[in-house]
């Protein structure tokens, strides 16, 4: 069952009583004013509603709803209120003037040539944003810090550094050594290490980043309970992301823009244009037409 929310209902009150010939095709027996709704459909919405019996049912109910909102709006006196009337007329200007924003931007859209084009140059001339970053394979050798004698400590990683330096494989003495959980599988680190800005300020893989290649190795250092020393495994440097990558993105970003742009032109041509309907004397003397109407209407009203 279709249903329609108070909002919804105020809604479609409304910006039918932004427009005479819709409100009249509203207030119009029900044949005459689903006659009328059909006219206002798109060839693709008839289509849909000759296709699905659903479509029909749920038509037919949105239309028995308008016309019972419409009823029950004149029964009250809506369509007679002031705030309701400049409402509906502040919708229907907005709707008209939202649709001539989108078809003046369709309008003057960019052809797809020129979309790429500027697409690609943008890509070269920001190289430096279309780069992905270096990322490392990094294993560790850890020891549990001796408070008594941290420098021993220090001094056992210092000749585990020396060892693989001559030439004894890191993996074999993480084995050997480590007292990390990843001991048996060579003190090897599962995760890649991303030279981002926040993984540089880790305290604990920070100081694999400043090393420059594979094979290289940290200084001993302590984290947390240990001291450590991490050497690069696999380094795979920062290289440019392929145009093809990021080419729809980069065009995406272009659209936007250039409607932003258009949506601004559209607005300064459209005020540009726009005449005044008549002299600030013409205003005032409608001014105080109105308000010796409102004052006469109060008078008589306060009246016994």
């Not at 119009?28 to 659903?54: E, F, G, M, Q």
């Amino acid at each position: 069952m279709f249903k329609l929310g108070p909002s919804i209902a105020v809604v479609i009150a409304t910006v039918s009583l932004a427009s005479g010939d819709i409100l009249a095709d509203a207030m119009a027996p029900a044949p005459d004013a689903v006659r009328a709704a059909i006219d206002r459909l798109s060839p693709s919405a008839i289509k849909d509603l000759r296709r699905d019996p659903r479509e029909v049912q749920e038509f037919l109910e949105r239309q028995g709803l308008f016309q019972e909102i419409e009823r029950r709006s004149a029964q009250v006196g809506l369509l007679d209120t002031r705030s309701i009337q400049r409402r509906m007329v502040a919708a229907r200007r907005q709707i008209l003037a939202d649709t001539l924003e989108q078809r003046y931007v369709t309008a003057h859209a960019p052809n797809a040539a020129a979309v790429s084009a500027l697409a690609a140059d943008l890509y070269a001339a920001g190289q430096p944003n279309f780069q992905l970053p270096r990322k490392i394979k990094v294993a560790q050798i850890s020891l549990y810090t001796n408070h008594c004698e941290p420098e021993e400590t220090v001094a056992r990683l210092q000749e585990m550094v020396d060892r693989v330096k001559q030439g004894e494989k890191f993996a074999d003495l993480a084995r050997e050594y480590s007292e990390a959980p990843n001991a048996e599988q060579g003190g090897l680190i599962s995760q890649w290490v991303v030279d981002v800005a926040n993984m540089r300020g880790s305290e604990f893989l920070g100081p694999a980043l400043a090393l420059e290649t594979a094979g290289d190795m940290t200084e001993p250092f302590v984290y947390g309970d240990a001291h450590h020393v991490l050497m690069v495994v696999v380094d795979h440097p920062a290289r440019p992301v392929p145009f093809d990558d990021v080419k729809d993105a980069i065009e995406q970003r272009v659209r936007s823009i250039h409607g932003r742009l258009l949506q601004r032109q559209f607005h300064r041509e459209l005020e540009a244009a726009a005449k005044p309907p008549m002299t600030a004397a013409e205003l005032r003397a409608l001014l105080d037409e109105r308000a010796e109407k409102d004052a006469g209407a109060k008078l008589e009203a306060e009246q016994p």
